[in-house]
């Protein structure tokens, strides 16, 4: 499925992850996130020997829907929304009307897609909840997200690990802190900011604002 913006509305709080090499993204896909790699995938190629299986698999890994797009065959992040509504696909047909608070999983009803949701046969195949209802008509719900991004490991936590890939940043604003290697580097204003406790670089000298 070729990129569509389905992002409706809501706070999306996106983070930039590494996407796998080989892997092509398109903005809107579902996309889960490999540990054996440390990179986003889209869904279609999540593991499973059967459908019920990749339904887990997805939602179990589950991260969020791609903002941006990456050819395969390249290296680079993809941004990606962890909140938010969004419009995807789903089956239309007898018996796939859904009521508001429809717990949803990913692929056709069948098979996994990149871009479509249908209703999930049980809570542990959800990466979504329906927020309008939706006739058997229409082929399309409006899906609330449900992002597994904080049992990840992909960001600190009381007993995690922030791991970044190089090249990989945490973004503040206009400011971030990224990997080179083994090196960090900071993006700090140069003028000391007037908030108390905000970091600065004073000519190479990293400073603590006293506030204003």
Same mark, same amino acid.
Request: proline share 2%; charged share 15%; hydrophobic share 45%.
């Given at each position: ?5 389905? @992002? ?18 398109? *903005?809107?896909?579902? !996309? ?14 999540? &593991? ?13 890994? @589950?991260?969020? !829907? ?19 509504? @969004?419009? @995807? ?41 329906? !927020? ?12 609330? *997200?449900? &992002? ?14 922030? #791991?970044?890939?190089? =090249? ?13 290697? #083994?090196? *960090?580097?900071? &993006? ?14 004073? #000519? ?6 006293? =506030?204003?």
């Amino acid at each position: 499925m070729a990129n569509q913006f389905r @992002f409706v509305r809501g706070d999306v709080r996106a983070v930039s992850l590494p996407a796998y090499a080989a892997d092509a993204v398109e *903005i809107g896909d579902l !996309v889960w996130w490999d540990a054996t790699n440390d990179a986003v995938r889209p869904a279609s190629v999540v &593991s499973g020997a059967n459908y019920t299986e990749k339904k887990t698999n997805l939602a179990t890994a @589950f991260v969020g !829907v791609a903002l941006s797009a990456k050819e395969a065959g390249r290296t680079g992040q993809v941004l990606v929304a962890t909140e938010g509504d @969004f419009l @995807f696909a789903a089956p239309s047909g007898d018996g796939t009307g859904m009521e508001v608070g429809q717990i949803l999983a990913g692929g056709n009803g069948t098979a996994m897609a990149n871009q479509t949701v249908s209703a999930a046969s049980s809570t542990a195949e959800v990466i979504g909840v329906a !927020v309008a209802s939706k006739s058997t008509s229409e082929t399309a719900v409006y899906c609330r *997200i449900l &992002s597994q991004l904080s049992h990840l490991g992909l960001h600190a936590s009381a007993v995690g690990t922030l #791991n970044l890939a190089d =090249g990989a940043a945490i973004i503040f604003g206009s400011r971030s802190l990224s990997r080179s290697g #083994n090196n *960090i580097l900071a &993006s700090l204003p140069t003028t000391n900011p007037g908030v108390a406790g905000a970091l600065w670089n004073d #000519n190479g000298t990293v400073k603590v604002s006293a =506030g204003t």
